[in-house]
């Protein structure tokens, strides 16, 4: 299995971003979707998650409202589009994909991307 996430940028405070995750040798229709971010410094951290059905989308409080997770079977693709960014979202961004299940921790996940580089300037 492979996840290779893209998109990763350098944005001023106030931007977007878009994030991708393509997946390859993943049964990805069946497959629970998330996406975490580590901080310079800090533990890897949950940022939203989806459903292998494509319901229930999930965010974490800091980044509700302002995200939107989204996948594409037919592509195989996860996405993740978040706009009002501010510094503290500066991070590596990473997915996550595991058979049917989500987790909020990163504990559980069976598969990971190698991140994706987001920093937002003040």
């Known amino acids: 299995v492979q996840l290779q996430a893209s998109g990763g940028v350098f944005v001023q405070a106030g931007g977007s971003l878009s994030l991708s995750c393509a997946a390859s040798r993943l049964t990805f229709s069946r497959s629970g979707l998330g996406w975490f971010r580590q901080p310079p410094g800090k533990e890897r951290e949950f940022v939203a998650s989806?459903?292998?059905?494509?319901?229930?989308?999930y965010y974490a409080d800091s980044v509700k409202g302002r995200s939107t997770i989204s996948r594409d079977n037919a592509k195989n693709t996860l996405y993740l589009q978040m706009n009002s960014l501010k510094p503290e979202d500066t991070a590596v961004y990473y997915c996550a994909a595991d058979a049917y299940r989500t987790y909020q921790s990163a504990k559980g996940w069976n598969y990971w991307g190698q991140g994706t580089l987001v920093t937002v300037s003040s």
């Open positions: 989806v459903t292998w059905t494509g319901s229930d989308p």
